[in-house]
């Protein structure tokens, strides 16, 4: 049996599965530090299906804990970055587009020094070993123990990335190390910015995954556990302690592969729709369509993989203002059993109009009896006009499509959708996100520019798929079940060398024996 948590704004999930069934689901308010919600989640759904701790072989979470850290700017490591990549790339120094006061946060250490590559793997310059140990030097002065390392075209070849960390812990035995090539894709600025994310969260990484493994050991479950990806694949305690930045937007991934897992739909649009925000997404295959530019994360560029969602402030807790008539963005978010006024507040919210026109028997519907009838179908038209105006932005043709509806907040969906061939409201669709969790795979992905005149397209392809592979492995995927799922090749007539950029991602059942909690 497995338990599937997603940690959402509002409310925290957890589903216990059998194999592909669905044995019990609860539902429990998100609270402050995320951690204790977790554990009330988990009490709550062991309690409700009378499934003992030791039946439990494997729990795996969706955590906000991360991307909470950057917005929020709390808890986050002082970081230094040093860039490979003299005597070019000075013009722009590591963290120039970044938020001053992210930036200040972390400290905005940064070192330039000589090296790099081409993008056919030909050097730009000597790796300049001195100069790194005079930076290590200095880090070490400054008393910080997370460095991001980033190089120029280091996907292609990650040579200076890998001895610039050796001589750093020859000199700093302690530091934590963040190599850019392992996390972000071709771009320099988008990959460094990625790396030094990650590096300022290892800190909140080890603490967060000692908190999960205390929770659980304290309840008695002695499986191990994983935490979800953006990509809608899994990663072990030990890969998250080394990656927590690939956990960002895993909440909305989950929503979607539990939508496809819930409904049999490999292609269609996901909405999910939840206490404070509806995330609305693409299906490809059964797997979230993947951002094809660089992702905003707490106003910073990055450009390693992440799902295309498109979010907009429409939830359950969303707040209803009548004259004029507006829909959040703002909302009550976890506190909407509390300030809802059919749970007895002063608040009128979006599930105060779904209770109003009888979509859903929550709370005390006595409480909202007196709204106008005629403001409660505006306010439930203007509803369905923000979602329809959402799903058609994520389209990439006029043709209807089948819409999966994922979420609590579904109740505030009435009737049909303009441009949905089809609407969907699969079982257990309030929990589709920690069902997602659950009945994650594991993955893995390479992306790299390979020149063509040196080896055939054949040979580049086989040596990504085998990077994929070994990576997807490496994760903790079974490695007889590990395949190849997308391909993407991408012809760069502006490089010389017949320069072809080729992206392959791997995806594997999760092995889980021999892996503690």
Known sequence: MRIGIDVGGTNTDAVVMDGRKVVGWTKTPTTPDVTSGITAALRQVLADTQVRPEQIDAVMIGTTHFTNAVVERRRLTPTAALRIGLPATAALP???????????????????????????????????????????????AKDIRAVAVSSVFSPVNPEHEVRAREILQEVIPDVQVTLSHEIGRIGLLERENAAIMNACLTDLAHTIVAAFRQALTDMGIHAPFYLSQNDGTLMGADFVERYPVLTFASG???????????????????????????????????????????????????????PD??????????????????????????????????????????????????????GDPGRVAHLDPARVQDALGRLRQMLEEAVDRMKTSPDPVPVILVGGGTILVAGELAGA??????????????????????????????????????EALDQAKREA?????????????????????????????????????????????????
């Open 421 to 458: 061939s089809e609407l969907i409201r699969p079982d257990h669709f309030p929990v589709a996100n920690a069902i997602g969790a659950a009945i994650a795979q594991v993955g893995g992905e390479t992306d790299r520019v390979f020149s063509l005149a040196e080896i055939s397209r054949e």
């Open 309 to 362: 969602v498109y979010s907009i402030g429409l939830g359950g807790g969303s707040l209803v203002r009548t004259d004029p008539l507006t829909i959040g963005p703002q909302s009550v978010g976890y506190e909407l059993t509390e300030k809802a006024r059919v749970f007895g507040g002063d608040v009128l919210t979006a599930t105060d109009i779904a209770v109003a026109a009888g979509l859903a028997e929550i």
């Open 94 to 140: 590591p963290m120039v587009d970044w938020p001053p006061d992210l930036r200040e946060t972390i400290g905005g250490h940064s070192y330039l020094v000589h090296g790099g590559f081409e993008f056919d793997g030909r050097e730009i310059a000597p790796l300049g070993e001195a100069e790194i140990r005079e930076a290590a030097r200095d880090i070490q």
């Open 252 to 306: 909305p991934t989950n929503s979607m592969r539990g939508a496809a897992f819930l409904s049999g739909i490999r292609d269609g649009v996901v909405v999910d729709i939840g206490g404070t925000t509806s995330d609305v997404g693409v299906l490809v295959q059964g797997f979230p369509r993947e951002a094809s530019v660089a992702v905003e994360v707490g106003g910073v560029r990055t450009n390693f993989r992440m």
């Open 469 to 517: 592979t070994e990576k997807a492995i490496a994760a903790g995927a079974r490695p007889e079940t590990v395949a190849i799922v997308d391909i993407e090749e991408v012809p760069l007539a502006y490089l010389p060398g017949n320069a072809t950029r080729i992206r392959v991602k791997a995806v594997g059942d999760l092995d889980m024996k021999g892996r503690g909690p």
